[in-house]
Nanobody
Framework: QLHLVESGGGWVQPGGSLRLSCEAS????????IGWFRQAPGKEREAVLC????????YSPGSLKGRFSFSRDNAKNTVHLQMSTLEPEDTGVYYC????????????????WGQGTQVTVSS
């Protein structure tokens, strides 16, 4: 059974940093595109970053790539989302998700999801 577990969320002041982790079990992350999504209260889930399993590139649908970055620890079957210069608008529940091979910005294209981890940016 495929399983993802996020961790690392919490409260941080504006301008601060957080690193989220997403650990996989039941499958090898190498073969899957991994997307990070977030959902703010009252808003739809939106894509943050995705690393493609085919070309190994990291993609972002907007301007977040300058503050957010993606990394993998294959030995631990874990990926990370490093977030810096956080803003109150970054507040939300952050999810990692997996799908075979290529990235998609559509949440419904992902087969496997973690439970989410809360990130709160406020002073």
């Amino acid at each position: 059974q495929l399983h993802l577990v996020e961790s690392g969320g919490g409260w941080v002041q504006p301008g601060g940093s957080l690193r989220l982790s997403c650990e996989a079990s039941g499958f090898v992350l190498d073969n899957y595109a991994i997307g990070w999504f977030r959902q703010a209260p009252g808003k739809e889930r939106e894509a943050v970053l995705c690393e493609d399993a085919v070309d190994g590139q990291t993609y972002s649908p907007g301007s977040l790539k300058g503050r957010f970055s993606f990394s993998r620890d294959n030995a631990k079957n874990t990926v990370h989302l490093q977030m810096s210069t956080l803003e109150p608008e970054d507040t939300g529940v952050y999810y990692c998700a997996a799908r075979e091979r290529v990235c998609s910005w559509s949440p419904e294209m992902y087969e496997t999801w973690g439970q989410g981890t809360q990130v709160t940016v406020s002073s």
